[in-house]
């Protein structure tokens, strides 16, 4: 792979794994509403990308149910399980992302699984669980209970993505329509304290929206999938494994997390499976569709 395509992973890696670090600060420490912070990041998105919503696509509720799954609806799990959980542990338990993928392909697409992703999506689970079995910040709660949803959500979103003939750039777009449809009635039912948040630190939180609408969303993923078009999805989706590690290593710096041995062991258990499950060819669906599902 060339240097150039090398060092765009590098920035696609390093902004996702910074995404839930700034996600956290925004939740937790700027006390914005999870479900409002996800709303305005999807509005942005739709702003930007609005040109792409015409023509109609075919098909219109698919995809906006699937763009549903694969944005809002699971970034807004996740922005919830960041009220209580930390960055680590949500870099940790989303990597269970990976083998529910392969599981509803068994269920939806006929997949069949031999042994060696068998074996993976054991460790995978496996590593996940005895990480959350400690007694530090990976103990199950609530909020990793959210995280685990809003990975089944994309998961269960990145297998009927196959059956849309729509560009990953105009999906983006409808995505976020739908997003925007859903959370608007959705944070006014059940929270409180969106013109307050939007008060009290409006540069700060402008600035981790500006970063997960425009810089993640828009450019990290538009790089990303312009890479799967110019080169071979074996060699560009396995570079992705290395966001769960610099998601616990930022999450450790930027926001003081407790790193614990169950965490670092078990997640490099489960972060073995998931390299299993890349690495091993699947006869219903391409690589592209496990690790970075969501928008």
Same mark, same amino acid.
């Given at each position: 792979?060339?240097?150039?395509?090398?060092?765009?992973?590098?920035?696609?890696?390093?902004?996702?794994?910074?995404?839930?670090?700034?996600?956290?600060?925004?939740?937790?420490?700027?006390?914005?509403?999870?479900?409002?912070?996800?709303?305005?990041?999807?509005?942005?998105?739709?702003?930007?990308?609005?040109?792409?919503?015409?023509?109609?696509?075919?098909?219109?509720?698919?995809?906006?149910?699937?763009?549903?799954?694969?944005?809002?609806? /699971?970034?807004?799990?996740?922005?919830?399980?960041?009220?209580?959980?930390?960055?680590?542990?949500?870099?940790?338990?989303?990597?269970?992302?990976?083998?529910?993928?392969?599981?509803?392909?068994?269920?939806?697409?006929?997949?069949?699984?031999?042994? %060696?992703?068998?074996?993976?999506?054991?460790?995978?689970?496996?590593?996940?669980?005895?990480?959350?079995?400690?007694?530090?910040?990976?103990?199950?709660?609530?909020?990793?209970?959210?995280?685990?949803? /809003?990975?089944?959500?994309?998961?269960?979103?990145?297998?009927?993505?196959? %059956?849309?003939?729509?560009? /990953?750039?105009?999906? $983006?777009?409808?995505?976020?329509?739908?997003?925007?449809?859903?959370?608007?009635?959705?944070?006014?039912?059940?929270?409180?304290? $969106?013109? +307050?948040?939007?008060?009290?630190?409006?540069?700060?939180?402008?600035?981790?929206?500006?970063?997960? @609408?425009?810089?993640?969303?828009?450019? !990290?993923?538009?790089?990303?999938?312009?890479?799967? $078009?110019?080169?071979?999805?074996?060699?560009?989706?396995?570079?992705?494994?290395?966001?769960?590690?610099?998601?616990?290593?930022?999450? @450790?710096?930027?926001?003081?997390?407790?790193?614990?041995?169950?965490?670092?062991?078990?997640? +490099?258990?489960?972060? !073995?499976?998931? +390299?299993?499950?890349?690495? %091993?060819? /699947?006869?219903?669906?391409?690589?592209?569709?496990?690790?970075?599902?969501?928008?």
């Amino acid at each position: 792979m060339p240097l150039r395509a090398l060092l765009i992973m590098t920035f696609c890696n390093v902004v996702w794994a910074l995404n839930v670090v700034v996600s956290k600060i925004a939740i937790a420490d700027l006390a914005t509403p999870p479900l409002f912070y996800a709303l305005l990041r999807s509005a942005i998105v739709a702003v930007v990308l609005v040109p792409l919503l015409r023509p109609l696509p075919a098909k219109l509720w698919r995809v906006l149910v699937i763009g549903l799954a694969i944005s809002g609806g /699971s970034f807004a799990l996740l922005f919830m399980g960041l009220e209580t959980a930390s960055p680590s542990a949500a870099g940790v338990v989303s990597l269970t992302g990976a083998p529910m993928t392969v599981l509803f392909a068994i269920l939806f697409l006929g997949e069949r699984v031999r042994w %060696r992703r068998g074996l993976g999506i054991g460790l995978a689970f496996g590593g996940v669980l005895f990480a959350m079995a400690g007694d530090n910040q990976m103990e199950t709660g609530t909020g990793l209970l959210l995280v685990f949803l /809003s990975a089944v959500v994309g998961a269960l979103g990145s297998v009927f993505v196959k %059956r849309l003939e729509i560009p /990953s750039i105009r999906l $983006q777009a409808w995505a976020a329509v739908a997003s925007v449809a859903v959370l608007i009635p959705l944070t006014a039912a059940m929270e409180s304290g $969106q013109a +307050a948040a939007l008060s009290n630190a409006p540069w700060e939180l402008a600035a981790c929206l500006f970063f997960a @609408a425009i810089v993640v969303s828009v450019g !990290a993923h538009t790089a990303y999938y312009r890479l799967l $078009q110019e080169h071979d999805a074996n060699l560009v989706v396995p570079l992705t494994l290395f966001t769960p590690i610099l998601t616990i290593v930022f999450g @450790a710096w930027l926001t003081g997390d407790a790193i614990g041995e169950r965490l670092v062991i078990g997640g +490099a258990i489960a972060l !073995a499976g998931v +390299a299993i499950i890349v690495l %091993r060819p /699947s006869e219903t669906f391409t690589r592209r569709f496990l690790v970075r599902p969501r928008f």
